[in-house]
């Protein structure tokens, strides 16, 4: 893995990190549900504002109908 890939990985943990910190879960399970949340909607549904204020789900629908 190069260096770029493992800088962003650190970035991305960090930011998951502080956003969950004051969060307190009963067991692995409710942690490991609780992560999945978070990281389907870092990749799905938080607003960009390089995507013109979009989530990345909805600019990508945007930006195939003008491929189309």
């Known amino acids: 893995m ?3 890939m493992v800088s962003l ?3 991305i943990f960090h930011l998951m990190k502080s ?3 004051d969060e307190h879960f009963e067991n ?3 942690l490991a549900q609780a992560m999945t949340e978070w ?3 870092y990749n799905n549904r938080r ?3 390089k995507l013109k204020g979009k989530s990345p789900v909805k600019y990508r629908e945007l930006a195939n109908q003008l491929i189309a």
């Open 28 to 30: 692995p399970e409710s």
């Open 2 to 4: 190069g260096k770029a």
């Open 19 to 21: 956003e969950m910190m």
């Open 47 to 49: 607003i960009r504002t």
């Open 39 to 41: 990281i389907e909607f």
């Open 9 to 11: 990985l650190l970035n």
